[in-house]
């Protein structure tokens, strides 16, 4: 493995990072948007702050990460992405920041109104930040950036069949991965009405999110052939039937209600299809630029990676005992201490 | 490859693309100063209560942990929003040089990582963890921080001073990361710009008590939320000066166009004067008071040094000199005047172990974290816009970095739109946060455990 396919490689693990555990922040949003009015869906609400709450920033450090590696190792190409994708991205930007923040503003507040204000927003730039971020990926995808500094159309290069179908498979994924978080989310704390309703949710989206993943590929088949058949027959097809093997175990687990192994099932469909997709498209990232002509200097790559793989050393075990701190039900303090 | 080619950003785009990236990294930096400093502090209270007992201390530490959950939330969206904007408005500084610096990055991701979750951590696992441990996890968040805000700025001295990489024809073909991280303006800045951060902090936050005191609520708990963080920020003042002129001598020897421009030398001269306020009009600096000698002096510790004039590089290369003077000055300015606040408290300590008597100790300490924060703004303005009309200084301008894509105006105003909201909401919030839930007199046990952090 050369340097450059290494970073390639520790790009891919942030992306797949952030859509697995950021993602599923922004589907918890969503899930927030559908709760129902502020009475009935105060529950669902309550967990899924209660869920995000602790974790939410980390995960969002994984965005952070995927940008840095992408300009520190391929600095042409996020050049070209940024300059020719900048309407989309800097819509991203502002969904990123009205959802931080109104997230952290609707805990401070107290007063209904502001709950639901900064609710509201917290929940609507959670639903479109996912998908603007699937129109960039579906615009990379399509071979619809080229290389270049702002080479690209600025409309077409990201409003298009394959952007439009992958953003809403953005959303969709979100969703999905939230509902099966927070099902066992909600079955440990002990609440099986509400268990029962995200599994209801995760099983709506699981089967909305198959529909759109075969309406993806149907997309990709007259939108951008070339990808299509890497996928459907090429190297990445193993992977595509790893994906959709997952996602169908995962109805299956759902319905007979295995809330921790489908957690591992869900995340393998998703993971699937992303590897599939980078495997698919390997070794061309733009039109006519492959990774040896956009990776950068051997120098820059063997520094980074180094750096990276010490800090992954400080950075697992913390990341381990994030999530297992608030994975591990919390024992109020006893009477007498209060 | 065969599509058209890009035209020049026009005018427009290009100012709109300096001033959304100006408010995006002036706001962010109030922030990331809180973050850098304010875990700190509220370390240092939950400590002082944990060794005293003094519950004042651990509801204070509690109320802290309360808004940096808040801050630190804000923080991390417009710190993302400025790593969009480095590829959305300036690809041709990224495409380009986006790997010489990609390492100090790289390392400030693994930085923000650990701050988020033992901040995590830290807010949410508050009453689980016994007092030690929990403020050992603390530790983590205070070293990242201070990590983080280095990393980053080391980025920026590398823009004032490039170096580690070879070009051929325009490309990169050659770096030394290591090199272009560890460049000279990096330790004068990193060093300036932490302390920084702390006095931003320590200010920010006695400024709210000084607040309250002068509202008549002058009980220990009060007094100590005054008293603890502006401690930590007068201790800076003095040694903040030191690194000040440090900074300034780098800046002297390295980038003599940026020193004309903040002292407005506009020819070569040999003993040159300090300039104090004065404002520039056709290439000459008007209505300034002048201390003899006291530039060449200062900036290379000889009175007869030769100070560079900005004539000495054409009309195309020179920084606007009146912005650049002025933000010098009033950076010196408050930095100073908040040292004198802090030595004003040491003196009435001294003498008689409490604050100074007078109304107007309060009502200046009530304003030092405006102060503070106008002095962090005006330095970064000296920084930024003193390296104008580069990027890269020497190597890149500006102009040519910029994204040529139409329409970057229209970005700006829907960034300036959501960020004018953003503000409103953020100032909005936090002062209900420093409102809501009166602190008793004499603070119970139930007080402190009950207080819900996040």
């Keep these: 493995m050369t340097l450059a396919q290494a ?3 520790v790009l891919w693990i942030g992306i797949s990072a952030y859509v697995l555990f950021g993602g599923a922040d922004f589907g918890g949003g969503v ?44 600095p042409s190409v996020f050049a070209a992405i940024a300059s020719t994708l900048y309407i989309p991205l800097t819509l991203v930007a502002l969904g990123i920041i009205a959802r931080g923040a109104a997230f952290a503003f609707r805990k401070a507040s107290t007063e209904p109104w502001q709950q639901r204000l900064f609710g509201a927003t917290f929940a609507f730039s959670s639903l479109v930040t996912p998908f603007f971020l699937g129109t960039v990926a579906g615009a990379i995808a399509s071979g619809r950036v080229p290389p270049g500094v702002a080479e690209g159309d600025l409309l077409s290069s990201w409003l298009n069949p394959t952007s439009l179908v992958s953003g809403a498979l953005a959303v969709g994924t979100a969703a999905y ?122 120098s820059v790559l063997a520094a980074s990676l180094g750096s990276l793989a010490a800090g992954a050393l400080l950075l697992l075990p913390s990341l381990w005992w994030l999530y297992t701190t608030f994975q591990r039900e919390h024992v109020p303090p006893r009477d007498s201490e209060k | 490859m065969g599509g058209p080619l890009a035209t020049a950003a026009t005018e427009a785009d290009l100012g709109a693309a300096r001033t959304q990236m100006a408010l995006s990294l002036g706001w962010h930096i109030v922030l990331a100063c809180l973050g850098v400093g304010m875990p700190a502090i509220t370390l240092l209270a939950e400590w002082r209560g944990h060794r005293t007992g003094d519950r004042n201390y651990r509801l204070l530490a509690r109320r802290w942990g309360r808004a940096m959950g808040v801050l630190f939330a804000v923080g991390a969206v417009s710190g993302t929003i400025l790593s969009f904007e480095m590829g959305l408005l300036w690809p041709g500084l990224m495409g380009t040089y986006g790997q010489v610096i990609g390492l100090p990055f790289s390392l400030e991701g693994i930085a923000f990582f650990i701050e988020a979750i033992f901040l995590g951590v830290y807010l949410y696992a508050w009453d689980r963890l016994p007092p030690v441990r929990h403020m050992l996890t603390g530790v983590p968040i205070v070293v990242a921080g201070v990590a983080s805000a280095f990393f980053v700025v080391t980025a920026n001295a590398w823009m ?44 920010g936050m006695a400024s709210v008590y000084a607040v309250a005191m002068l509202r008549g609520r002058r009980d220990r708990y009060h007094r100590l939320g005054f008293l603890l963080p502006f401690t930590v920020a007068a201790a800076i003042a003095p040694v903040q000066v030191g690194v000040g002129d440090w900074a300034a001598h780098f800046v002297a020897d390295y980038q003599p166009v940026k020193l004309a421009a903040m002292e407005g030398v506009f020819h070569t001269e040999r003993g040159a004067p300090l300039h104090l306020g004065g404002v520039a009009v056709d290439g000459d600096l008007r209505y300034a008071a002048e201390v003899p000698n006291g530039l060449s002096l ?23 000199v ?48 405006v102060a503070a924060v106008v002095a962090l703004e005006s330095g970064w303005v000296v920084t930024e816009v003193g390296r104008q009309p580069w990027i890269v200084y020497g190597h890149l301008r500006t102009a040519d970095a910029v994204n040529p894509a139409p329409g970057l105006v229209w970005g700006f105003l829907l960034v300036a739109a959501v960020y004018a909201v953003l503000t409103v909401a953020s100032v909005y919030v936090l002062r209900r946060l420093a409102r809501s839930r009166p602190v008793p007199v004499a603070p119970q046990e139930s007080d402190v455990t009950d207080y819900k952090v996040v």
Excluded at chain 1, 224 to 239: H, N, Q
Aim: hydrophobic share 50%.
């Design chain 2, 298 to 320: 200062l900036a290379h510790w000889d009175p007869n040094a030769e100070i560079t004039g900005l004539e000495t590089v054409p009309a195309a290369d020179r920084p606007p």
């Design chain 1, 177 to 298: 991965l939230a509902a099966v978080y927070l099902t066992r989310d909600a079955e440990r704390g002990g609440d099986t009405e509400l268990s029962e309703r995200f599994r209801r949710r995760a099983l709506a989206a699981g089967g909305t999110v198959g529909v759109l993943s075969a309406a993806g590929l149907a997309v990709l088949r007259a939108d951008a052939a070339g990808l299509f058949d890497e996928l459907t027959s090429g190297r990445a097809l193993p992977l595509l039937a790893v994906s959709i093997a997952a996602g169908l175990a995962s109805l299956a687990l759902l319905w007979r209600r295995a809330y921790v192994a489908v957690r591992v099932t869900a995340a393998l469909a998703v993971l699937g299809l992303l590897w599939g997709w980078a495997l698919a498209q390997y070794p061309r990232l733009l039109p006519g630029v492959e990774l040896d002509d956009a990776a950068a200097t051997r």
């Design chain 2, 322 to 369: 009146n912005a650049v003077h002025l933000a010098f000055q009033t950076m010196v300015g408050l930095g100073f005047a908040l040292l004198a606040l802090g030595l004003w408290l040491g003196l009435s300590w001294w003498r008689r172990r409490d604050l100074p008597r007078t109304p107007w100790f309060l009502r200046a300490s009530a304003l030092s974290g």
């Design chain 1, 31 to 74: 899930w927030d948007l559908l709760a129902g009015g502020t009475e009935r869906g105060r529950p669902d609400r309550a967990l899924v702050e209660h869920s995000i709450g602790p974790v939410w920033e980390t995960n969002h450090v994984w965005l952070i990460f995927v940008l840095v590696v992408t300009w520190t190792g391929l």
């Design chain 1, 7 to 9: 970073m390639l490689a």
């Design chain 2, 160 to 203: 004032q001073q490039p170096t580690g990489f070879d070009t051929e024809n325009g490309r990169i073909v050659s770096v030394d990361p290591w090199a272009a991280m560890f460049n000279r303006a990096t330790p004068p800045q990193t060093v300036h710009m932490i302390l920084a951060a702390f006095m931003v902090a320590g200010f």
